[in-house]
Antibody, heavy 117, light 105 residues
Framework: EAQLVESGGGLVQPGGSLRLSCAASGFTFSTYWMNWARQAPGMGLEWVASIKGDGSEKYYADSVKGRFAVSRDNTKNSLYLQMNSLRAEDTAVYYC??????????WGQGTLVTVSS | ESVLTQSPGTLSLSPGERATLSCRASQSMNSNHLAWYQQRPGQAPRLLIYGTSNRATGVPDKFSGSGSGTDFTLTISGLEPDDFAVYYCQSRGGSFGGGTKVEIK
């Protein structure tokens, strides 16, 4: 069974940086597109970024383009999200998810990022 | 990419009733690209339906999806306590609709 475990969330000041990690197990990580999504408190889901299995293609939501960078290390079965120039509106629970059949079939439990002074 | 609009925002129903949730796309979509998720309070989303009408592993047949073009529907028959949750549609693993909350009447 697939498992995804996010880490790296926490409290950061506006303008600061944070790097999230997602450890994957139970499936052949390198063969799957992976995604980051987020959910602000009391709000709906927002897709953030996607990365192809070999890392050769990356896509971002307009709201994070130029500030966030998705990457992966297939030797460590790990997905990352480098978040720079953080704003209050980036406060959210961040989820990593596996992509399959144009959907996200496995999700982690999420890690909370709070941007506040 | 399509913008997805879900309606209604909140659906108030009694246990045992049928729920019909709508997801409308701003442009015609490939039916292979439409998915539905359930999210219970404090939990991560759970995939219910992919490719408009295919149930994900372990999802009971009380959940069914249909639609084409710009109009898609999630139907939940015989609502049980665990089914009262928020439901999201998603396009091609990317943008999400705003969600429909199914609450106990």
């Amino acid at each position: 069974e697939a498992q995804l475990v996010e880490s790296g969330g926490g409290l950061v000041q506006p303008g600061g940086s944070l790097r999230l990690s997602c450890a994957a197990s139970g499936f052949t990580f390198s063969t799957y597109w992976m995604n980051w999504a987020r959910q602000a408190p009391g709000m709906g889901l927002e897709w953030v970024a996607s990365i192809k299995g070999d890392g050769s293609e990356k896509y971002y939501a307009d709201s994070v383009k130029g500030r966030f960078a998705v990457s992966r290390d297939n030797t460590k079965n790990s997905l990352y999200l480098q978040m720079n120039s953080l704003r209050a509106e980036d406060t959210a629970v961040y989820y990593c998810a596996r992509s399959r059949d144009n959907s996200n079939d496995w999700w982690g439990q999420g890690t909370l990022v709070t941007v506040s002074s | 990419e399509s913008v997805l609009t879900q309606s209604p925002g909140t659906l108030s129903l009694s246990p045992g009733e049928r729920a019909t949730l709508s997801c409308r796309a701003s442009q015609s979509m490939n039916s292979n690209h439409l998915a539905w998720y359930q999210q219970r309070p404090g939990q991560a989303p759970r995939l219910l339906i992919y490719g408009t009408s295919n149930r994900a592993t372990g999802v009971p047949d009380k959940f069914s999806g249909s639609g084409s073009g710009t109009d898609f529907t999630l139907t939940i028959s015989g609502l049980e306590p665990d089914d009262f949750a928020v439901y999201y549609c998603q396009s091609r693993g990317g943008s999400f609709g705003g969600g429909t909350k199914v609450e106990i009447k």
